[in-house]
């Protein structure tokens, strides 16, 4: 006899077992397929997933790439930093505008030497008049709104920026060439020979970060719980087939090796369907804009180590599964292992999962550290309370079916059937749960934070000068050229075709010296330049003369610069730059000093007028070395009846010709455009609707096949009651309590555990306003109400079928 | 209550059975019974339904724990033995055929006769070739490539044999292999299962309740009650 050596022989009964999982026409294909299918969309989604770090870092990388020659607005060429170092090789300033709800940015460059560093992404500087823009501008200018936009980018397109000088393939971005910088512009910056980068990695604020990464665990334990549960589906069927083995001579380990070999079957199809999905959807991914967000095929990379894990991770732990499986049922040769009665499930170790996350929780919490630095603990606590659900599930459903009593013979059945197998039961209907609880604590620290934020936005004092909120338009800039003014620029707004009565002031930002209050850091306020007549007008002062300066008795409380006094310098400054201290051109005076009378005025709330919420208000005959460079136009205009929807983009052309960083937005509906938080915060809650919509078509498509299985495995009895005369009514509604009872109970599960860990994490995470989302949740119970119609009514044609009389001749 | 592991013919036995007990919760299924049987010979276990035939076989083949009581495998004791040690015994020593349901569905004949050898790691070609070899003798060549779904009741018992006698066991169970088939298939698959395990050398605990399918016994062992009533050779 040629035996073969253990190892071998080992490999064997794994062989046996992939043998036995696709066994031709007997082959569970639609089984083997739903695992496949199953396993391979959450391995894909774990993929894209992993591939997250490796794409924020590659955009990154290609913003910080960019931001050395282009975004720089650290480096002011006049700045007394460089006041004695080399010459600048290239002055570059910021340009932007909006068309149609885009945000299309642009830098213009003007090279002062040939060694002038060439823009990533560029074979060279554009030249005077030239420009070279993204593909995706490049469209938007061969399209049907070009015209429009093209007073606003008058120069010839040279050229097409390539990826790397690109963050995503949907960007709207140009360089052009120019040679007026060197005049001295307001926001130029001047990149050195020799520059250090200045890298500018944006972070996730700590709240994104937690509903994120929350929002990412909540859809990842689902797909275990799916891999776990689906490794246990048809238990009976490879029950018998595997004491069919045991019988002819396998013993326990081989039992274990063989199952083991089938369960792998559906990991590996479904790990290379993974791979399948996760590589198709990288190159759908650059055609698809999901809110304003796109990305290049090729920085979709999965973090490798995390890629070698899934791979080989997941049909480990369906092999895990099986094994543990196996471990609890001891497949006896007689196949039929009798269990006198099933044992009562026990709570208490259920619970300890849980009670772990929850006081995994509260240390996390109690820490003083932020959360973003207590990632894994605070992660780890909430898959601990994830995974305590499908724990507990068994045992409620037990006590639930113990409960309750048997009325009719539909209830009776199902009952019967469920004191049977409550294991099974539970199990079906556990990955449902995961995905409840999760989606349901998420919910509410989603509506937490929007509560909060909403709440933030509101008590936000305004520092900036309002224009009118009557108007339906709003332009604010500061002024490109001394020669333009604001009168100029009015009168060319009035003069577009559908544009009514415009209506303006002018605005000052003021740093206030840091020396004299407080250490280091410039406290700002804000100041309108309004004339005599228009206060008197509107009834702001009673008394007014040309010079006069007024200074409400608020200012004090309500600014952080608090009242200034009289007599004190203040340094100009524009709105656009932050706390970086323009500095000006040289010789330009930049401060201004307030007059030794401030005049009172009362700032009253129901004013229409929201310009005098500025605590400061200069008449122009005070504010004439005010430059011209910080003052900030605000405009406000009305369209007139006929006015089309590109109207808006007649008038921002105008301000692009009078103003920098010309700002035109919609007063009325007037959604700012997403800041990253906005924008992830968005992605999160459609990608968590999304991520719910897909769990729950699996998790039905599971419970299907797993409904179909039990009809299959018990036609015999089934054509009997039918043959004594069971209504298929009674089986039907049977059949349905069969399904819904568990799901009740899933349901009741979910909400209680995700309810309380959305408060736990609101409180652990310190966010005010706690929310709750009744109409999201009502929604997911509603979804899982009608999963369990769906999979019913899809089974009755399986049931029908058993319930023919043929049934009774089968076998 | 005889329980006589003496053989009529004298040879040593290969298993012996004594004084087995087993309870099913509260139904006694076995009361004392134990029989033997020695090489080469067919031994047919007799009873009416409920008398614990089945059962006494499931303990004899290892399959089952008696509560009280020994079965010996040349003298070694199987009721004490380890699970690994039994199924070694099972896959080596002894051979099934049931009433039904014994093949597995997911795999062809060919694959189901094979079946111990290869989990008792046989190189695949070698298990082939015997297989081949025993299907052939057991008239189900022309099905190997089917599935147990696809052919008639008497092949599939057929298949069931030639996998209990494929690797050339000591002993074959046979638990009223012809109870699911009509007379004529029955008849057929009994002189095959005769002949083959005469030609090989091996042992037949064949349980029935038909006195035609106990014809083909050497000798009968009356089983009544979980106990044996009466041993007699019928040649
Ligand atoms: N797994 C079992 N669980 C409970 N009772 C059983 C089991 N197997 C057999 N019995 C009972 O033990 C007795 C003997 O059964 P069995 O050996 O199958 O009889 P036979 O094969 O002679 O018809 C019967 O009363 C039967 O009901
Ligand atoms: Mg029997």
């Not at chain 1, 706390?579 to 040289?586: D, F, Q, R, V, Y």
Request: hydrophobic share 45%.
């Amino acid at each position: 006899m040629t035996r073969r050596s253990s190892a071998r022989a080992r490999l064997g009964d794994l062989a046996l077992g992939i043998r036995l999982a696709v066994g031709g026409d007997r082959t569970p294909w639609g089984r083997l397929l739903l695992t496949a299918v199953g396993i391979g969309l959450g391995v894909g989604v774990l993929l894209l997933a992993a591939s997250v770090p490796t794409m924020k870092q590659a955009r990154d990388e290609r913003q910080n790439a960019r931001q050395e020659i282009a975004g720089v607005l650290s480096h002011y060429p006049h700045s007394s930093r460089y006041q004695d170092s080399h010459d600048p090789s290239m002055l570059v300033t910021r340009a932007s505008t909006e068309f149609r709800d885009q945000r299309i940015q642009g830098r213009a460059l003007e090279p002062l030497s040939p060694d002038a560093p060439v823009p990533p992404g560029l074979q060279r500087i554009p030249g005077p008049g030239q420009m070279v823009v993204s593909p995706a501008l490049r469209e938007l200018l061969r399209g049907s709104g070009g015209e429009l936009l093209k007073p606003r980018l008058p120069d010839h397109v040279v050229g097409v920026i390539d990826k790397e000088g690109l963050i995503s393939p949907n960007e709207l971005f140009y360089y052009t060439g120019t040679t007026n910088l060197s005049e001295g512009g307001t926001t130029v910056a001047a990149v050195y020979p020799g520059d250090s980068p200045s890298t500018n990695t944006r972070s996730l604020s700590g709240q994104m970060w937690i509903i994120l990464s929350f929002g990412v665990t909540v859809l990842l334990v689902p797909i275990v719980v799916f891999v776990v549960s689906t490794t246990r589906m048809a238990e009976a069927a490879r029950e018998r087939r595997l004491a069919a083995l045991r019988l002819v001579g396998a013993d326990g380990k081989q039992i274990r090796r063989i199952a083991s070999g089938e369960a792998l079957v559906g990991a590996v199809f479904g790990v290379l369907l993974g791979w399948a999905v996760f590589l198709g959807g990288a190159q759908l991914v650059p055609h698809i804009t999901l809110l304003e967000f796109s990305t290049f095929a090729s920085d979709i990379r999965p973090v490798w180590e995390f890629a070698v894990l899934v791979t080989l991770g997941v049909p480990a732990a369906a092999v895990i599964t099986a094994q543990a499986a196996m471990r609890r049922t001891i497949i006896e040769p007689l196949g039929i292992v009798r269990r006198t009665k099933p044992s009562s499930r026990g709570i208490v170790w259920r619970l300890v999962p849980m009670a772990l996350g929850v006081v995994g929780l509260l240390l996390v919490g109690a820490s003083s550290e932020r959360i973003s630095q207590l990632q894994i603990p605070f992660l780890a606590s909430i898959v601990l309370l994830l995974i305590g659900v499908p724990l507990v599930l068994p045992w409620a459903v037990e006590r639930v079916v113990r409960w309750s009593s048997a009325r009719s013979v539909t209830w009776q059945l199902a009952l019967r059937r469920l004191q049977l197998s409550s294991g099974t039961a539970a199990r079906s209907v556990s990955a449902i749960a995961v995905v409840l609880t999760g989606v349901i604590a998420l919910q509410t620290v989603l509506a937490t934070s929007v509560a909060t934020f909403q709440a933030q936005a509101h008590d936000g004092p305004t520092h900036q000068v309002a224009t009118p909120s009557r108007h339906e338009v709003k332009v604010r800039g500061t002024l490109e050229h001394p020669g333009k003014g604001m009168a100029e620029l009015a009168d060319a707004l009035e003069g577009l075709p559908s544009t009514g009565e415009v209506d303006g002031t002018a605005g000052v930002r003021f740093a206030v010296p840091e020396q004299q209050r407080g250490p280091r850091r410039s406290r700002y306020t804000g100041a309108t330049i309004v004339d005599c007549a228009t206060l008197l007008e509107r009834d702001v002062v009673t008394r007014c003369s040309a010079g006069d300066v007024f200074q409400s008795p608020e200012h004090s409380r309500r600014t952080p610069s608090g009242a200034i006094r009289p007599g004190e310098r203040l340094r100009a400054t524009s709105t656009y730059h932050g706390s970086a201290g323009l500095e000006g051109t040289p010789g330009e005076v930049t401060t201004w000093r307030a007059p030794a009378e401030l005049k009172p005025f009362e700032v009253s709330e129901s004013r229409q007028y929201r310009y005098d919420m500025s605590y400061l208000l200069i008449t122009p005959q005070a504010a004439e070395n005010i430059p011209w460079w910080a003052r900030n136009v605000e405009l406000g205009l009305d369209f007139t009846a006929s006015a089309s929807p590109d109207a808006i983009e007649r008038v921002r052309n105008v301000a692009a010709e009078y103003l920098e960083f010309a700002s035109v937005r919609r007063i009325s509906g007037y959604s700012p455009l997403p800041s990253d938080d906005a924008m992830v915060f968005r992605l999160i809650r459609y990608g968590l609707l999304l991520g719910t919509l897909v769990a729950f078509a699996l998790i039905g498509c599971g419970l299907f096949v797993t409904a179909a299985e039990q009809i299959q495995e018990r036609r015999r009895p089934m054509a009997v009651l039918a043959a004594v005369g069971a209504r298929r009514r009674t089986l039907g509604w049977s059949a349905f309590l069969q399904n819904g009872v568990p799901m009740l109970v899933a349901v009741a599960v979910s909400v209680v555990v995700g309810l309380s860990l959305g408060v736990l994490v609101v409180m652990v995470t310190s966010l005010d306003n706690l929310a709750f989302d009744p109409l999201g949740l009502l929604g997911l119970v509603g979804i899982a109400a009608a999963s369990v119609l769906v999979v019913t009514g899809l089974t009755m044609p399986a049931l029908r079928r058993a319930m023919h009389p043929e049934g009774l001749r089968t076998e | 209550m005889t329980t006589d592991p003496e053989s009529p013919s004298g040879s040593d036995p290969v298993l012996v059975g004594s004084d087995l007990q087993l309870s099913f919760g509260r139904t006694p299924a076995l009361r004392g019974a134990g029989m033997s049987v020695h090489a080469g010979e067919m031994v047919a276990v007799m009873g009416s339904s409920g008398s614990g035939k089945s059962t006494l076989l499931h303990c004899l083949a290892g399959i089952l724990t008696p509560s009280s009581g020994s079965v010996l495998h040349h003298g070694r004791e199987i009721t004490t033995m380890p699970d690994q040690q039994r199924s070694a015994l099972r896959r080596d020593e002894f051979g099934f055929v049931f009433q039904f349901g014994q093949l597995v569905p997911e795999l062809t004949v060919a694959e189901n006769v094979a079946l111990p050898l290869r989990l008792s790691g046989h190189r695949h070609a070698d298990g082939r070739r015997r297989s081949a070899l025993w299907m052939d003798k057991l008239g189900v060549s022309d099905v190997a490539d089917h599935r147990p779904g696809e052919i008639s009741g008497g092949q599939g018992q057929r298949a069931a044999v030639a996998r209990a006698l494929v690797a050339d066991p000591e002993v074959v169970f046979a638990d009223e292999p012809t109870g699911a088939l009509d007379s004529i298939a029955g008849e057929q698959v009994m002189a095959l299962l005769d002949e083959t395990a005469r030609e090989s050398g091996t042992a037949v605990v064949l349980v029935t309740h038909e006195s035609r399918v106990a014809a083909y016994a050497d000798r009968e062992v009356l089983i009544r009650d979980g106990a044996v009533r009466q041993q007699e050779s019928v040649r």
